[in-house]
């Protein structure tokens, strides 16, 4: 083990000096910017992009088609920035390149340089009126569909090995959209009979019409309000460690087009916009899987909590299928003037059987934002039925061009709850700040404390070296408390656990279609060490062709120690996961466009665990096609 990594180290640094000189330009792939996003997520929680999140990093923006909110909701710009573009655009209309940008105010060349790959300058869609035939004909269609599986993914349960999802997406002229998504995970059917009825393992779909002040949704959808305390769905891009990260925007509603099988709500919603009011209005009702209850003494049934996983593999999984029935009503109101947002929400949220002694439940909040020359405020309260208090506030300033800071505080009682059964998190308060001391260096700092003794202190520098390589060094200390049993006493003893993080990420790109990247972290707690390695190298070609390859070596002293590691995937996916023991593993995920409107991946992989003696094979292959 020692000499594979050893050597490794020795391949990675030859190949680093190799191409040292050569000059070339380098930025930030959407793959960095999803696995930012994660890597600021708990180790043990699985982030939930749906395509729109994922469209968004890992296609061109049509920034003379996008909605303002879709501005606000870019992550790679700051609010200043995206303020000044929203206010560009009402002035003086359609954007025709990248320089046009650099003219505009918080804007510079260098910025413009970094995401002028992710915009698209073509002109605004005209909007045209439709026949019957031209519906059918002069639409978009986007047909997807994924097979993966591993050599233990069954484990003896009902269905096959096999991991399937299938989606279909439709689209007129970005007003009229539909979707459909099937999923199957390993070890489930994808039909069966469950109490005499017929059932598919999991199908979403939606239908939306975006109007020029009116947007319409029905089936599947998210919505999002506030600041996440009264009503969330879905991910957002922040959260992370950089100043000006943690202020969220919402999208009211949009359609659900991801894999989750729990975190969206089902129905109708409608989303008007007159100037500067937005009304919004939803209704929803899904049956949840749960595990119901009986009260010995008065025989009632209940339940304690959600079922979220949408695994049905076995009898007993399959038995919490739709044991509840969930009913959630909501409205929003905003109001935007000039440099001020505010927003207004209600939710009621009703069960059919209670959830351990009610069945009803109600939150509203008020939010706002308020944009100054140097700094935005932002904050929200929320308050619930059983008199349950939530708030948050935040401030963000940027003194001058080289110091960004941000300050966030989080309060809520015990009694609270919120209606989409979000998380609020403990009460804490942040500091975050991003300095530019010199050129070409950036360093970040974070610092997380709450009131049941957890602490996060993260620290990262980000040097690049030069035109065509960068690197990232990151620091990461957290302390946990923890609950343990004292043997002669059997009392609960409250202990905290400390652990610490290094990771050093050097990535290089000596020819526009090659790029080369190193990682080395390691992980120390308590008196347990960890560490893991990888290379990647990965081609991507103006045909389209792309191929990554991967080589990862890992030795920890047991699960304590276990290390999450982000993966590309093929697309509309990702995977992270924990190595720990000693092994190594690899990948190799290649992307083919077969034909003129049809896209192919494959990713192989396996996983060897020497001290455990067991391997674990996967395989994806996806196919793709836009009509």
């Given at each position: 083990m020692k000499f594979v990594s050893v050597n490794i180290v020795a391949v990675s640094i030859a190949v680093f000096l190799a191409f040292y000189n050569v000059i070339a330009y380098s930025q930030e792939s959407p793959d960095y910017l999803i696995e930012s996003i994660v890597d600021e997520f708990p180790d043990d929680e699985e982030v939930g992009f749906d395509?729109?999140?994922?469209?968004?990093?890992?296609?061109?923006?049509?920034?003379?088609?996008?909605?303002?909110?879709?501005?606000?909701?870019?992550?790679?710009?700051?609010?200043?920035q995206k303020n000044a573009l929203i206010a560009y655009r009402k002035e003086w209309g359609d954007i025709h390149s990248p320089m046009e940008i650099a003219m505009i105010d918080c804007f510079d060349r260098e910025l413009v340089n970094k995401i002028a790959s992710h915009l698209d300058f073509s002109l605004k869609t005209k909007k045209y009126k439709y026949t019957p035939k031209q519906i059918l004909t002069n639409a978009e269609y986007d047909f997807l569909l994924r097979v993966s599986a591993n050599n233990n993914s069954n484990n003896g349960y009902d269905g096959d090995r096999h991991k399937v999802l299938a989606k279909l997406k439709y689209n007129l002229d970005e007003r009229l959209k539909m979707g459909l998504t099937f999923e199957k995970d390993a070890g489930e059917r994808f039909f069966y009979v469950d109490n005499g009825r017929f059932r598919m393992e999991h199908i979403s779909g939606f239908m939306s019409w975006t109007g020029d002040k009116l947007n319409v949704l029905l089936g599947d959808y998210y919505v999002q309000f506030g600041q996440g305390l009264s009503m969330w769905n879905g991910t957002y891009f922040g959260g992370g460690i950089e100043a000006s990260s943690q202020l969220r925007i919402p999208k009211r509603i949009k359609p659900n087009t991801s894999s989750d099988e729990a975190n969206y709500l089902r129905g109708v919603a409608a989303d008007l916009e007159l100037k500067s009011l937005t009304l919004t209005a939803y209704a929803s009702y899904r049956e949840k899987d749960a595990t119901v209850y009986v009260n010995e003494?008065?025989?009632?049934?209940?339940?304690?909590?959600?079922?979220?996983?949408?695994?049905?593999?076995?009898?007993?999984?399959?038995?919490?299928?739709?044991?509840?029935?969930?009913?959630?009503?909501?409205?929003?109101?905003?109001?935007?003037?000039?440099?001020?947002?505010?927003?207004?929400?209600?939710?009621?949220l009703k069960y059919d059987i209670p959830c351990v002694s009610e069945s009803t439940f109600l939150s509203g909040s008020l939010s706002f934002v308020k944009i100054l020359k140097y700094c935005y405020l932002y904050g929200e309260a929320s308050l619930s039925n059983d008199m349950g208090f939530a708030a948050m506030a935040g401030w963000y300033i940027q003194p001058n061009p080289y110091l960004n800071i941000e300050l966030l505080s989080r309060y809520s009682t015990n009694g609270y709850h919120n209606v989409s059964n979000s998380d609020v998190g403990d009460n804490t308060f942040s500091i975050r700040a991003t300095m530019y001391p010199v050129k070409k260096l950036t360093m970040m700092v974070s610092v997380n404390s709450s009131d049941n003794s957890n602490f996060i202190f993260n620290a990262r520098s980000k040097f690049q070296m030069t035109r065509f390589a960068f690197m990232y060094l990151d620091y990461k200390f957290s302390t946990k408390s923890s609950e343990n049993t004292v043997d002669d006493a059997k009392l609960p003893l409250n202990t905290m656990e400390s652990k610490h993080k290094v990771r050093l990420n050097i990535e290089y790109l000596p020819y526009n279609f090659l790029t080369l990247r190193t990682r080395l972290e390691g992980v120390v707690t308590g008196g347990d060490?960890?560490?893991?390695?990888?290379?990647?190298?990965?081609?991507?070609?103006?045909?389209?062709?792309?191929?990554?390859?991967?080589?990862?070596?890992?030795?920890?002293?047991?699960?304590?120690?276990?290390?999450?590691?982000?993966?590309?995937?093929?697309?509309?996916?990702?995977?992270?996961?924990?190595?720990?023991?000693?092994?190594?593993?690899?990948?190799?995920?290649?992307?083919?466009?077969?034909?003129?409107?049809?896209?192919?991946?494959?990713?192989?992989?396996?996983?060897?665990?020497?001290?455990?003696?067991?391997?674990?094979?996967?395989?994806?292959?996806?196919?793709?096609?836009k009509i």
């Open positions: 395509d729109y999140d994922l469209d968004l990093l890992s296609n061109k923006i049509k920034i003379n088609n996008i909605t303002d909110n879709e501005i606000l909701g870019l992550p790679f710009l700051t609010l200043f003494v008065t025989g009632e049934k209940y339940f304690r909590s959600l079922s979220k996983t949408g695994y049905h593999r076995n009898e007993n999984e399959r038995s919490k299928i739709a044991q509840v029935k969930e009913f959630i009503a909501g409205a929003n109101v905003g109001y935007s003037f000039n440099t001020l947002m505010l927003s207004a929400n209600i939710n009621c060490v960890g560490c893991l390695l990888y290379n990647d190298i990965a081609f991507r070609f103006d045909s389209g062709i792309s191929l990554l390859m991967r080589m990862t070596c890992f030795d920890t002293d047991g699960y304590d120690t276990r290390i999450y590691c982000y993966e590309n995937d093929v697309l509309y996916s990702y995977s992270s996961p924990a190595y720990y023991g000693s092994g190594y593993a690899f990948y190799i995920l290649l992307k083919i466009p077969l034909f003129r409107n049809v896209d192919f991946w494959c990713k192989i992989g396996d996983t060897e665990n020497i001290d455990r003696n067991t391997n674990k094979l996967s395989a994806t292959i996806q196919f793709r096609t």
